[in-house]
């Protein structure tokens, strides 16, 4: 069973910043990639970022060059720094990550965490 804890969330100004954070715990043989995505009311869950085992991201292309994700291998966590906000930038964030158990692969979702952007 592997468990993903989300923080970070909260509501922000327009230009402001947010810093997501989402730790993983249990029996982890290994990690591959790592993601977050986003969910806002109404819309179909998207792809914000993804960061492979070997450190190569990938980004969707409402977010490059504001968002930033990042892993602690040691800590099993990803993080995703948000820059310069935008209102269409409100939903509910998910992380994502897959690898593998001892025995079996996994691959576990975070519960979310809300992320608003208004004045």
């Known amino acids: 069973q592997v468990q993903l804890v989300e923080s970070g969330g909260g509501l922000v100004q327009p230009g402001g910043s947010l810093r997501l954070s989402c730790a993983a715990s249990g029996s982890i043989f290994s990690i591959n990639a790592m993601g977050w995505y986003r969910q806002a009311p109404g819309k179909q869950r998207e792809l914000v970022a993804v960061i492979s085992s070997g450190g190569s991201t990938n980004y969707a292309d409402s977010v490059k060059g504001r968002f930033t994700i990042s892993r602690d291998t040691a800590k099993n966590t990803v993080y995703l720094q948000m820059n310069s906000l935008k209102p269409e930038d409100t939903a509910v964030y998910y992380c994502?990550?897959?690898?593998?158990?001892?025995?079996?692969?996994?691959?576990?979702w975070g519960q979310g965490t809300q992320v608003t952007v208004s004045s």
């Open positions: 994502n990550i897959n690898g593998r158990l001892l025995s079996a692969s996994f691959r576990s």
